[in-house]
């Protein structure tokens, strides 16, 4: 799998890097292609797209048919309630305003189960695969500041359909995005008192890094946002020029009179723009911690097509070092990825109703960022307590109704021998030590049961099953 990636000793070699990867493609590669392009493929899935090339397969990923995504249930909006409520008296307000709290979380629980359901099914993965990276990228909490239901949903429409589109004019979209000017508190900054928060977060860890601007950047760009706000009656976008700062701004060496659309214009003028995408996309895609020249390589890419995400992807995901010996289960798939990989390894049709609560007990739940900084990531997926919550998951999953939607665990082969060679095969591609397989047949043999040693009829199920689990606990499972 070298292609001339590494030079001898192991360094990078940066002259190939990006280059198309031409070595074997197989069962292997094109699972790890599914599982960071997507949330996993099913055997089928996997087994389609190694019969391909990856040229076509990338090129389906990232030129996809855009799917119709029908509204989720209870998608609640209470703006006119909301707007409404200053009439009423004060006991009444604050009964008002709890049962409004109490149908937002309720509405929020129905778009969790019917996203996961959306990153289980859809037709197009890798869009909902930048769905999911954008939604921790620019992050909002929902309810928090007045970030109701039917804001989050529509700021995660806005991700969907520009999952593959310009970073530039979805850096615009955001910054003018409702959710976010309640959630960065920019739909309450004016002239006479502007609000940083914003302007702050949009280059320290949206689109340049700390390092990049100054404090002064940041209280000129404040000023340029100015009357970016919200109709507190319709909850939509409104650019109000009586609360805007109408001044001279300078902002990052340019001087004028700026609004918010300039300074997303400057920011992306910056070298470093296209430095922190290509750092932020290689860290999210290919492994953690990329060396500086191939930070530089892929900044050139996104440069050369102007921030355009379809040709940066399509490169990124065909290149040597997506493909490298380094890259190859080096990310700690997060909670999300884990389960509804789960859910696609084993090609069942839904999400069972076990997984809000994993994901929860596992530090990741959709809509409920941390901070602003949305999840670390990386490592700190893994921690005794995660690790428990993650076999628990895998348990329940296991000795759960919906198994019986699995039709190729229904069908394995009631040999032990055999049976363990293909839960390796479908589970880890073979990712597996011996002594690992040997468990695995020792436990399909009934080791240290009364169980006899052939599979039998009444037992072999549940085993099949067990072994399925013990597979999934495997360290190469907890990798994407």
């Known amino acids: 799998m070298a292609s001339g990636l590494n030079r001898p000793g192991g360094a990078l070699d940066a002259r190939t890097a990006l280059a198309p990867y031409r070595d074997m493609w197989d069962e292997r590669l094109a699972a790890h292609l599914l599982r960071r392009a997507g949330f996993g493929g099913t055997p089928q899935e996997i087994a389609a797209a190694a019969r391909s090339n990856l040229h076509d397969v990338v090129e389906s990923l990232v030129h996809y048919a855009g799917p119709s995504n029908a509204s989720p249930p209870d998608v609640y909006d209470p703006t006119q309630q909301l707007f409404g409520i200053r009439l009423l008296a004060a006991a009444d307000r604050m009964a008002t305003l709890k049962t409004i709290r109490q149908q937002a979380q309720q509405s929020i629980v129905s778009m969790q189960t ?4 959306q990153m289980l099914t859809t037709p197009a993965p890798l869009q909902e695969k930048m769905t ?19 804001y989050v949903y529509n700021q995660n429409q806005l991700f969907r359909q520009n999952a593959l589109g310009n970073l530039r004019d ?16 920019n739909a309450s900054s004016n002239k006479t008192h502007p609000n940083e928060n914003y302007a702050r977060e949009l280059m320290e860890l949206f689109t340049l890094g700390h390092g990049n601007y100054s404090e002064e950047d940041i209280r000129q760009s404040a000023r340029a946002f100015t009357g970016w706000t919200i109709d507190r009656q319709t909850g939509e976008f409104v650019d109000n020029p009586r609360i805007h700062d109408t001044g001279i701004k300078t902002f990052l060496g340019r001087s004028g009179n700026f609004d918010g659309s300039d300074i997303v214009s400057i920011i992306y003028q910056q070298p470093a723009a296209s430095k922190f995408w290509a750092n932020t996309l290689l860290n999210y895609f290919v492994y953690n911690d ?30 040597n070092v997506f493909f490298s010996p380094r890259a190859y289960r080096a990310l700690v798939k997060s909670p999300v990825e884990f389960v509804v990989g789960t859910h696609k390894t084993f090609a069942l049709p839904e999400i069972d109703k076990i997984a809000p609560r994993a994901l929860s007990q596992m530090g990741q739940i959709l809509f409920y960022p941390p901070n602003v900084a949305g999840w670390p990531g990386g490592q700190n997926w893994i921690t ?17 109704p919906m198994m019986g939607n699995s039709a190729w665990l229904e069908e394995i082969t009631m040999d032990a021998d055999r049976a363990s060679f293909e839960l390796i095969q479908v589970l880890l591609q073979g990712d597996a030590p011996e002594a690992a397989r040997a ?12 169980a006899l040693k052939t599979l039998s009829a009444e037992n072999f199920q549940e085993r099949v099953r067990g072994a399925a689990y013990l597979a999934m606990t495997m360290p190469a499972y907890q990798l994407a």
């Open 114 to 117: 019917w996203w996961l359901n």
């Open 132 to 150: 999911f990276f954008f939604h921790g990228h620019f992050t909002t909490a929902a309810i928090q500041k007045g970030a109701w239901p039917s």
């Open 170 to 185: 979805l850096t615009l979209a955001v910054s003018k995005d409702p959710a976010m000017l309640l959630y960065l508190d």
């Open 290 to 319: 990329p060396e500086p020249q191939l930070v530089d390589g892929l900044a050139s890419v996104i440069r050369k097509y102007d921030f355009n995400l379809a040709p940066v992807m399509s490169t990124l995901l065909q290149s």
């Open 384 to 400: 005794s307590q995660t690790i428990i919550a993650r076999q628990n998951f895998l348990a329940q999953l296991s000795n759960s």
């Open 439 to 450: 468990q695995l047949l020792s436990y399909l043999n009934g080791a240290s049961t009364s």
